[in-house]
C-alpha cells in the first residue's frame, strides 16, 4: 500500500495479508476492478490515455493508436481470463 506521495510500503507479504483483512482484498486494487466492473470499455480506453503511460502530464502528447489499441486489446480479452 502506498503512503505518501513517492513513498513506498516495504513491510512485507504478511503485512499486506493483514491490510486485506476478511475480504482479501486488497484496497489498492479495489477502484480499478470496480471501474471495470462499472464499464469495461472506459476503463480500457481511460487507463491509457491518463496515468498508465504518464498521458495525463501537462506536457505529453497522447497517442491515439497506442490508446485505441490498448483498448482493442482489453475489449478482445475476457474479464475473466485476466484473474
Avoid at 512485507?12 to 486488497?26: F, I, N, P, Y
Amino acid at each position: 500500500m502506498l503512503g505518501g506521495e513517492g513513498s513506498v510500503d516495504h513491510r512485507g507479504a504478511a503485512a499486506h495479508a493483514e491490510d486485506r483483512g476478511e475480504s482479501g482484498q486488497s484496497p489498492l486494487l479495489d477502484g480499478p476492478q470496480l471501474q471495470l466492473a462499472a464499464n469495461r470499455s472506459l476503463f480500457y480506453r481511460d487507463l491509457p490515455a491518463g496515468p498508465f503511460y504518464d498521458y495525463n502530464r501537462t506536457a505529453a502528447k497522447a497517442s491515439e493508436a497506442v490508446i485505441q489499441n490498448w483498448w482493442r486489446q482489453g475489449i478482445m480479452g475476457g474479464a475473466e481470463a485476466y484473474h
